[in-house]
């Protein structure tokens, strides 16, 4: 398993344009690393700050859903409230991570936008 193997998983074009923008995106930043990750059906992107899983890409037909994880959520740069202010649809779980649908490369600019802007 691979990133472009987690990107066939994608049959929307512009669900595939936004996974591309979060993997350039997260690329781009020195300080996070990436793999892809294969658990039974739920194939992800999981990208890390040092040993910390901190965001992950799940691919799906039509979106990528999209995690802040528990560790970048302790580093408290990103909360919930920030995170819905810019995001309402955005999700949390009940584990407390926060997830959201990102089905066009737009929306996976501003994502990444609001992530680096946390620093």
């Known amino acids: 398993m691979n990133i472009t193997d987690l990107r066939d ?3 929307s074009s512009d669900a595939k344009a936004a996974f591309d923008t979060i993997v350039d995106g997260f690329s781009a930043q020195a ?7 294969e658990q ?13 899983y901190c965001f992950s890409a799940v691919p799906n037909d039509e979106w990528v859903l999209a995690y802040i994880r528990k560790p970048e959520l ?4 990103l909360t919930p409230d920030s995170v819905l202010a810019v995001f ?3 999700r949390v ?4 991570e926060i997830t959201l649908r990102i089905r066009d490369a737009a929306t996976a600019g ?7 802007a946390a620093g």
């Open 9 to 11: 998983e994608i049959v």
């Open 31 to 37: 300080d996070l690393s990436m793999n892809a990750h």
């Open 40 to 52: 039974g059906f739920l194939n992800s992107l999981r990208i890390y700050r040092g040993g910390d």
């Open 74 to 77: 302790r580093r408290g740069k």
């Open 88 to 90: 309402p649809d955005a």
């Open 93 to 96: 779980t009940r584990q407390g």
């Open 110 to 116: 501003r994502w990444l936008d609001m992530i680096r």
